[in-house]
T-cell receptor, first 113, second 113 residues
Framework: DVKVTQSSRYLVKRTGEKVFLECVQD?????MFWYRQDPGLGLRLIYF???????EKGDIPEGYSVSREKKERFSLILESASTNQTSMYLC????????????FGDGTRLSIL | RKEVEQDPGPFNVPEGATVAFNCTYS??????FFWYRQDCRKEPKLLMS???SGNEDGRFTAQLNRASQYISLLIRDSKLSDSATYLCVVNRRYGGATNKLIFGTGTLLAVQP
């Protein structure tokens, strides 16, 4: 089974703080993704990476950055947290090959006060 | 218009009932299709892939109609444990080297005793 581990289940931070969300996968997958999920909006792709040191913007990258220094780890960074970044953040990975399903970590529920 | 559309529900059904969910997608370049299940405050988990020929997994049957750009999920003999949100997911090419999952906002199923 694919194991995707996110560093925190719940996190509370203050406006203006720099926030790091970590994701680690144990399956040596090239592709990793960060989403946020909000009621009525579904999952929206923030950033993804298809290799070490590679990153691509998703649909809503503003206010976020990412880091992929090692294949197994993909970090999402909120440069200066704002209240509208309060959300559920989900990391996912999928194996190489086209059009494979993604497997998710159990999510980080982030609250920005 | 959203790229993947689902009826949000809720679908309230008694135990033992048969229930069907539908989903439409707008991008004809979509290549693969999935149903995910998401329990309250948990991560999405892959329920099943969807193939043009239709496929079945126990009480669950998925169908794809490429001509109509329509996907369905049928659950027979509903159990209390089937209560969850069901996400319709479409996978298509995104840029040159990778693919992207497009998520519907989900259909909520509540199975009543």
């Amino acid at each position: 089974d694919v194991k995707v581990t996110q560093s925190s289940r719940y996190l509370v931070k203050r406006t203006g703080e720099k926030v790091f969300l970590e994701c680690v996968q144990d399956m040596d997958h090239e592709n990793m993704f960060w989403y946020r999920q909000d009621p009525g909006l579904g999952l929206r792709l923030i950033y993804f990476s298809y290799d070490v040191k590679m990153k691509e913007k998703g649909d809503i990258p503003e206010g976020y950055s990412v880091s992929r220094e090692k294949k197994e780890r993909f970090s999402l960074i909120l440069e200066s947290a704002s209240t509208n970044q309060t959300s559920m953040y989900l990391c996912a990975t999928n194996p190489p090959g086209q059009f494979q399903p993604q497997h998710f970590g159990d999510g980080t529920r982030l609250s920005i006060l | 218009r959203k790229e993947v559309e689902q009826d949000p529900g809720p679908f309230n059904v008694p135990e033992g009932a048969t229930v069907a969910f539908n989903c439409t997608y707008s991008n004809s370049a979509s290549q693969s299709f999935f149903w995910y299940r998401q329990d309250c405050r948990k991560e999405p988990k892959l329920l099943m892939s969807v193939y043009s020929s239709g496929n079945e997994d126990g009480r669950f049957t998925a169908q794809l109609n490429r001509a109509s750009q329509y996907i369905s999920l049928l659950i027979r003999d509903s159990k209390l444990s089937d209560s969850a949100t069901y996400l319709c997911v479409v996978n298509r090419r995104y840029g040159g080297a990778t693919n992207k999952l497009i998520f519907g906002t989900g259909t909520l199923l509540a199975v009543q005793p």
